[in-house]
């Protein structure tokens, strides 16, 4: 019985080596180990935010960096279940740096009032009088606070507040599963406002509304950002209380709430394809303003000075990366193809 020969076919059959053959098997086998596993991937997706949610039951809601960003990149990592190794290890480099900054910014934050220079009271109530009249906190708490009953408005402004420490680092862990130039522009931006911020405040202690009106230079103010968890429970009040008793309470110029949740909305706004609906992105800065002013926490100069550092920072990084691109763009021109 004669082998059939086909042209072509089996001499190169015939001359190609043993091990050829053991490496296209094994490239073939590794790459099927890493799909079988991405089997996995949804159901631990699934079992991992179920651990959120009893997290959250027992401990409250994740309000510290940290604890933020420790639980957004086990998210990722679930997801990247059936990834090459170096992608997953990609997840620790990427974002090791943002946890080294903002722990940095985290622990001289509350030394900043430490240095010597005085606290500013009144320029932020001038300049609020000048502007309307009279300071908006106050105004708002005449109208909105009613000392012992929590009024639905408190909860929207609780959940407003505490959005800002979640939004920022659910939207870089969003980007980084599906954008990975996008989530580095984006912590580029974020890592620069936070360490602006952070030198104001080094450079320009400033009191609060709520220490104002304990000092008697405004009408009468409340720090109210934790009332509305005494209607949703779950333990967040106390993590509230904790936490705003560490910080350094005199860094309030400017008011990074209001910054970063402006710079969010300025990096999604090229990204949203219905123009139409981009206006939209702008509730989310002029809730958090309103929110800040009506639970004591900050002046409009303070708010107002936000949105302009969130401007700055963005636009800034906007220029350098197409000033990079463009010069980028004639080397490769000129590269032989």
Known sequence: MHEAVYPGVGRSMESMATGEFVEISGEKATGFRFASWAVARPYALGLYFVGLIVWIANYGVPVQREL????????????????????????????????????????????????????????????????????PTVWLQQHLHDPGVVQPWDVFFTLVYTSYFITPFALAGWL????????????????????????????????????????????EVHRTTSEGWKVLGVGTASLFSKGQGTANLVAAVPSLHSAIVTLVALFLWGRVKRKRLRPLLLLYPAAMALALMATGEHYFFDVALGWVYAGLVMGAWTVWERRREGLRMPAEAKAPA
Do not use: K, N
């Open 68 to 135: 933020v960003i420790l639980w957004t990149c086990g998210a990722l990592a679930c997801a990247s279940i059936g990834r090459p190794p170096r992608e997953i290890a990609q997840l620790v480099v990427d974002w090791l740096p943002i946890v080294a900054v903002l722990w940095a910014y985290d622990l001289t934050r509350g030394a900043a009032d430490t240095f010597g220079i005085g606290v500013h009271y009144h320029p932020m109530i001038d300049f609020d009088q000048a502007i309307f009249g009279e300071v």
């Open 176 to 219: 980084w599963a599906r954008d990975r130039l996008g989530f580095h522009r984006f912590a580029r931006r974020l890592v620069t406002l936070s360490l602006a911020g952070l030198a104001t405040y080094i450079c320009f202690p400033a009191a609060p509304p709520w220490m104002a009106g304990e000092m008697g230079l405004i009408g």
